[in-house]
């Protein structure tokens, strides 16, 4: 992917940034860079990045259960945190994350906020430096700060050291640049995380939808469409066996949305809205619920091809919620038995499910 080309500054070294990437700190670190500039500031201290770091990281780690690199520090400090004060949600939105690390005087919490910063500042721009070779890099980080800020034509320089207070000053030619072609080089930046998380999550599909905050879900014509059902047949949810009811539904990803990033009917049930809440982002236990779920889906299934109104219904939403054409074939054609249904389901939805199990999703049964 191309960055536009520029008079005054080196592209092909911003190009670079990202070459032989084996962590994601420098990912997180120009994100930060290109959120603030966007934002009109331009001169920025460690701890405000540093901070926007880890409010970008918390929703792929703690919602998303994304890798993001061996041993990762970034990943460590979020997990600590979340383990430490339990209240921050998982979708908890980013200026209470922000406010909440602004404001914390947990010492565990400051150390490695400072551990953040010991190389990404200076090793992002590593494509550009000219003097800064070999063993020059061995020196303290006072040094290092004096030998970068005689490079020239950076993105950024550094005010003297000074922990999480060190600044660091855009450069205005980049001011400029990035303000110019901030959409392109957000997605450039994009590309190259989702390329890096692909390689990272090898078996975690809806890389590209996990990069920011979760978006509510549309799925209102799946919960019409089981509210119709509703009205011409029983229709129990499975980890309550309660009936639905047209005041009270809620639709439930069997494995999470969060782990599936889809919206695809096979994998949706109608539950009660305290259900669903309480499942949360868990999976439900499978040999507790799976056959539970054949058996309202299969219910569903007859339905289709028994009730004109429903076949019209269900019509509307695969538009929509079916989007495999192999799937819609094994599952939904007519003339399909339960044994034939339950099995193709399974094949389908287990698969996904264990890989979700093994990316930390945790089990859940109804109480």
Not at 109 to 119: A, E, F, G, S
Not at 204 to 224: M, S
Not at 292 to 307: D, F, H, T, V
Request: charged share 30%.
């Amino acid at each position: 992917m191309q960055l536009p080309y520029s008079e005054e500054l080196n592209i092909e070294y911003l190009g670079r940034l990202f070459d032989n990437t084996s962590e994601c700190y420098k990912f997180f670190w120009f994100k930060a860079i290109l959120a603030k500039v966007t934002a009109g500031k331009y001169e920025l201290t460690y701890e405000e990045l540093v901070d926007e770091m880890i409010s970008d990281a918390w929703y792929m780690v703690t919602e998303y259960r994304l890798n993001l690199g061996p041993k990762d520090t970034l990943e460590n400090l979020v997990d600590l945190i979340k383990q430490k004060f339990p209240e921050l949600k998982s979708s908890e939105k980013k200026s209470a994350i922000i406010d909440f690390l602004r404001d914390t005087k947990d010492k565990e919490i400051i150390d490695k906020k400072r551990t953040l910063t010991r190389n990404v500042p200076y090793r992002l721009q590593a494509p550009f430096f000219e003097l800064l070779k070999g063993d020059a890099w061995n020196v303290g980080e006072n040094e290092l700060i004096s030998l970068i800020n005689q490079e020239s034509r950076l993105l950024y320089y550094f005010t003297a050291l000074n922990g999480l207070s060190t600044k660091i000053i855009i450069q205005e030619d980049w001011i400029r640049y990035i303000n110019k072609n901030q959409e392109i080089i957000r997605g450039w930046l994009e590309y190259n995380m989702i390329r890096y998380l692909q390689r990272r999550n090898p078996s975690v599909p809806g890389i590209a939808d996990k990069l920011y905050p979760p978006q509510e879900r549309k799925l209102e014509k799946v919960k019409k469409y089981w509210k119709l059902l509703a009205t011409i047949e029983p229709i129990r949810e499975i980890y309550s066996d309660l009936l639905i009811t047209e005041k009270d539904i809620s639709i439930d990803h069997f494995v999470p949305w969060s782990y599936v990033a889809h919206d695809e009917m096979w994998n949706l049930s109608p539950t009660t809205k305290s259900i669903n809440s309480a499942k949360s982002n868990n999976l439900p236990d499978w040999d507790t619920y799976f056959e539970k779920l054949a058996k309202l889906e299969y219910q569903s299934y007859q339905m289709i091809w028994k009730y004109e109104t429903v076949h019209k219904e269900f019509e509307k939403c695969a538009k929509e919620h079916v989007n495999n054409d192999d799937i819609r074939f094994r599952i939904y054609r007519e003339g399909v038995d339960y044994s034939e249904f339950s099995g193709e389901l399974k094949s389908v939805l287990l698969p996904v499910y264990q890989s979700a199990e093994n990316c930390g999703f945790g089990r859940w049964e109804y109480k």
